[in-house]
DNA sequence: AAGTCTATCAACCGCTCCGCA
DNA sequence: TTGCGGAGCGGTTGATAGACT
């Protein structure tokens, strides 16, 4: 992947040549006097300059994405970041830069790589799921007691439709109980009620759970969004049980606890939102110790084996 | 210990947007 | 008004490290 292109005139004469791939340090130092001098702009001219043999695209790619200062290199995303993220691509779709702009230290790319991470690892639990409940084949994996009975997933994809960018489709399910009713986004990039396009300032956190008997605070869904919702049932009234359960938030694990509604609401702060600080304390206040690789981390393999197939998209 | 799988990161490519002549 | 070039964005790919079998 990483050559060299070059191109060659006047006989043997080397007058053109782009170097690509990996960046040396020597680069990097020649890359960030240029942007101490003239300031992250004019990317084309270092090379027409001959200070290096990089392509200006290239050259702002890697200020952007690595030179940058006060950027969280090598920082994993916290929880916090995570919940950011998982939010505002329900609400602007695959728009990274401007998702990126909520999280300070965080480039596009860096909520790019987390996404898709994030969407092939859901892929493939739901594969393994589905697979397993067709093989049957359960013999390693002991199945979790009071798993939801879903009757139908209607599942969206990030790279199907007219582009692979925005548009999440509306859905999520519901659970009755009589006259209670839970209203949830399970699984965000799954399960996605489709939300208006508002600013941030307009935002409301896709996350609802509403129980009469619950003591949990409730954050009530706008109208438009209530309406826009594509519910379906499920029967296994275990659920509900389980939601007063203390035990439950960790069935999910700690970040479903978030996206099931069990955690505190937080407010997405605006541009250059810093969850850092936010995240410690939040996670002191719920205990949580351990850094939280992803939201499916702690769920059970096989917990979608009740569901019926999704279909899976070709590609994620 | 070795092979395989998976997650993550870094960088490229193609496309679009926007300013300017 | 239009064409051009630079900048920015999103999608994709390849390398690599770590986990798993």
């Known amino acids: 992947m990483h050559g060299n292109k070059r191109k060659k005139e006047k006989g043997d004469e080397l007058v053109d040549y782009i170097r ?13 006097s240029h942007v101490s001098k003239y300031g992250p702009r004019d990317w084309s001219s270092i090379r027409s300059k001959g200070l290096l043999q990089r392509t200006g695209k290239s050259c702002r790619l890697r200020w952007v994405n690595k030179l940058r200062p006060n950027l969280k290199n090598g920082c ?61 084949s359960h013999r390693n994996k002991p199945k979790p007691h009071h798993l939801p009975n879903f009757q139908a997933a209607k599942l969206s994809s990030s790279s199907e439709g007219e582009s692979s960018s925005s548009k999440p489709q509306p859905c999520s399910f519901s659970c009755n109980d009589n006259s209670e009713v839970i209203k949830m986004v399970a699984l965000p990039d799954l399960f996605k ?65 978030y996206e099931l509604g069990l955690a505190p609401q937080h407010t997405i ?11 410690c304390r939040m996670g002191s206040r719920l205990g949580i110790s351990k850094s939280y690789d992803s939201v499916f981390d702690d769920f059970p ?15 994620l």
């Not at 702060?269 to 995240?279: R, T």
């Open 193 to 257: 009620p489709e939300l208006p396009n508002s600013e941030p300032e307009e935002f409301a956190a896709p996350l609802e759970i509403n129980k009469s008997s619950s003591n949990m605070e409730q954050t009530p869904f706008p109208n438009e969004l209530q309406t826009d919702l594509t519910p379906f049932s499920f029967g296994d009234q275990d659920l509900l049980a389980r939601i007063d359960d203390p035990s439950f938030a960790d069935f999910f694990g700690p970040l479903g606890a």
């Open 20 to 32: 690509k791939g990996p960046w040396k340090k020597e680069e990097d130092e020649v890359l960030l």
């Open 76 to 136: 994993k995303f916290t929880a916090e970041e995570e919940r950011v993220v998982i939010e505002l691509q329900a609400q602007f779709g695959n728009k990274w830069a401007k998702i990126a702009s909520y999280l300070s230290g965080r480039t596009d790319n860096d909520v790019k790589n987390f996404w898709s991470s994030r969407q092939k690892r859901l892929a493939r639990i739901l594969q393994a799921s589905s697979s397993t409940s067709n093989s049957k």
């Open 301 to 315: 393999v096989d917990m979608f084996d009740q569901m019926d197939p999704p279909s899976i998209p070709s590609k």
């Open 269 to 279: 702060g605006f541009p250059f939102f810093d969850p850092s600080e936010a995240s």
